[in-house]
């Protein structure tokens, strides 16, 4: 729901998405001139945060830093950015974010990972072929 809300005060297109334990990875394409992502990233910490410890969600042990900021024990502090390059770098990101959970050791396939926008492309059609290799 957070993503949700947030695209209604900050429109983009979720193109790709994977939930992990302390964080996630994803690919937006954000409107033209747009590049007000940490607004929408702050939006969407928050109110998954509050939702997330409201509905019991555990979370990791908060360091003195962390309870000095007042900041829960649920996603990284920081995020990382990066602006896709061409369809090349796209592609390469698209099954980094979906190949995520295996890489960590979550699950040996990234099909087996319910918390991914991967099940939607299978459902298209779009990573059965492209990503086969990776023995999804």
């Not at 649920?74 to 979906?98: C, G, P, S, T």
Request: charged share 30%; with cysteine; net charge positive.
């Amino acid at each position: 729901m957070a993503f949700r809300d947030c695209r209604r005060n900050w429109p983009f297109r979720l193109d790709a998405l994977v939930l992990l334990d302390e964080h996630c990875h994803a690919i937006w394409t954000l409107p033209e001139g747009d590049t007000r992502y940490s607004a929408r990233w702050g939006f969407i910490k928050k109110e998954f945060t509050k939702a997330w410890l409201a509905s019991e969600g555990h979370e990791q042990s908060r360091t003195q830093s962390r309870l000095n900021q007042r900041r829960r024990g649920v996603w990284q502090r920081r995020f990382w950015e990066h602006a896709i390059r061409d369809e090349n770098d796209y592609a390469r990101h698209f099954d980094y974010v979906h190949y995520n959970p295996v890489k960590h050791g979550y699950v040996e396939r990234a099909r087996d990972w319910p918390y991914s926008t991967y099940h939607r492309y299978v459902k298209q059609g779009v990573l059965r072929c492209r990503l086969g290799w990776w023995r999804f």
